[in-house]
Nanobody, 124 residues
């Protein structure tokens, strides 16, 4: 069992930056690939970014490429999402997720553990 706790959300003006963190319990963190997803009001949960268990491979949704960066620190059981040049359309609840299968790493089916989410609001 893995428990994930997100932090770092908040209110920021358009063009600003935030760094989300997700800390996992347990000793198998380095064996999981990690992902960030988001859900805006009235919309389905969508993929944002993912990183392989070693950190050697990353994936991004087209809408965040060049603005967001995912990274991880296995020694601290933590994955980060660095968000720059934020836009109002980035406003959503952001969720951290962990999975052990590399199939469907960019979809919710690739993940088995989920955090409770952290709110990000970008004002125009």
């Amino acid at each position: 069992q893995v428990q994930l706790v997100e932090s770092g959300g908040g209110l920021v003006q358009a063009g600003g930056s935030l760094r989300l963190s997700c800390t996992a319990s347990g000793r198998l963190f380095s064996t999981y690939h990690m992902g960030w997803f988001r859900r805006a009001p009235g919309k389905e949960r969508e993929f944002v970014a993912a990183i392989s268990h070693s950190g050697g491979a990353t994936h991004y949704h087209d809408s965040v490429k060049g603005r967001f960066a995912i990274s991880r620190a296995n020694a601290y059981n933590t994955v980060y999402l660095h968000m720059n040049s934020l836009k109002p359309e980035d406003s959503a609840v952001y969720y951290c997720a962990a999975g052990s299968s590399t199939v469907a790493i960019t979809t919710t089916q690739g993940y088995i553990y989920w955090g409770q989410g952290t709110q990000v609001t970008v004002s125009s």
